[in-house]
């Protein structure tokens, strides 16, 4: 049986017993990845080669909890808290009427109509009441988030539809354009650019990924199509009580699914563990067969 928590009680730091382990592991079969694991067990000596968890083989069970678990607790310690408003950034109206896009009188008529309605962007009212054009819309909101305006040209990949989970695509409101040169992945977003999804994608797939809005009219109808058409990798939803839990949880599917290699990652305030159970390819279109994903959340009780 792995011995874990040894290293504590001897003075040494994790990463020194890991690098001696290293030392004495064969670089041809490569070691249990647990820094805490001090059986030194190869993979030449024991009949498990998988799972593989963020790249590195686990020898047992709890090998693979304590992985885990220092990746759930890295993503936590990472986690900022949510922006109520971006206040640096010019309001939209003030923009378009700085660059002469609308006059005083339309701004003033939107935001009355805004606040009888008591919801809906300014944009929309500005669009509905003011007769503004839609690129005008998207391309001052492309100048708040500093960010370029995407055109869909046709409809979306539905190829794309594995890029990330149904769930999260239809919650975020992702819209995957494009691959360019089998290493950029084009984004769409519909009046923001979501960083904290961006930064996710790009973990898990390998992809950078770069990010732009499109006019409304055309992402509701591309969004749509993309849900409807498109086949998404099998999912599972986990609600924990706690982050012990969720980890405890974590660890028995991917001793269940004994996965060639996953990944996870914090999406705002929840999380997303991909599982390979193949080679890991950035190929595009992603191969929905051999993926399933984990969508993990923390209930207000923690």
Not at 12 to 35: I, M, V, W, Y
Not at 125 to 151: K, Y
Not at 163 to 170: H, K, M, N, Y
Request: charged residues 20%; hydrophobic residues 40%.
């Amino acid at each position: 049986m792995p011995i874990l928590g040894r290293a504590a009680r001897q003075g040494r730091p994790p990463d020194a017993l890991h690098g001696e382990r290293a030392a004495r592991a064969s670089s041809l079969f490569p070691s249990c990845a647990n820094p805490l694991c001090l059986t030194s067990w190869l993979h030449l000596w024991r009949n498990r080669q998988v799972p593989v968890f963020e790249g590195g083989w686990s020898c047992s069970e709890e090998c693979t909890r304590e992985r885990i678990a220092v990746s759930v607790r890295h993503e936590m310690d990472g986690q900022q808290p949510e922006p109520v408003e971006h206040h640096h950034r010019v309001p939209l109206g003030l923009l378009m009427l700085s660059e002469g896009w609308i006059s005083q009188a339309q701004l003033k008529a939107a935001l009355r109509t805004q606040k009888a309605a008591g919801h809906g962007r300014l944009g929309s009212w500005l669009i509905r009441d003011a007769h503004i054009e839609e690129r005008l819309v998207t391309r001052a909101l492309s100048l708040q988030w500093n960010c370029p305006v995407f055109s869909m040209q046709g409809p979306p990949d539905q190829g794309l539809g594995s890029i990330a989970p149904r769930l999260l695509v239809e919650a975020f409101g992702i819209l995957p354009i494009r691959v360019a040169g089998g290493k950029v992945l084009y984004v769409g977003f519909e009046d923001r650019i979501d960083r904290c999804v961006m930064f996710a994608i790009e973990r898990i797939t390998g992809l950078r990924v770069e990010a732009g809005l499109v006019d409304t009219s055309e992402f509701v109808r591309a969004h749509s199509t993309l849900l409807a058409g498109s086949s998404f990798a099998k999912a599972t939803l986990i609600e924990a009580v706690d982050a012990k839990a969720m980890i405890q949880a974590l660890t028995q599917l991917v001793e269940r699914a004994k996965p060639a290699d996953a990944r996870l990652v914090r999406v705002h305030n929840c999380y997303w563990m991909r599982m390979w159970h193949g080679v890991r390819s950035t190929e595009v279109p992603f191969r929905r067969v051999g993926i399933e994903d984990v969508i993990c959340s923390i209930g207000s009780t923690n």
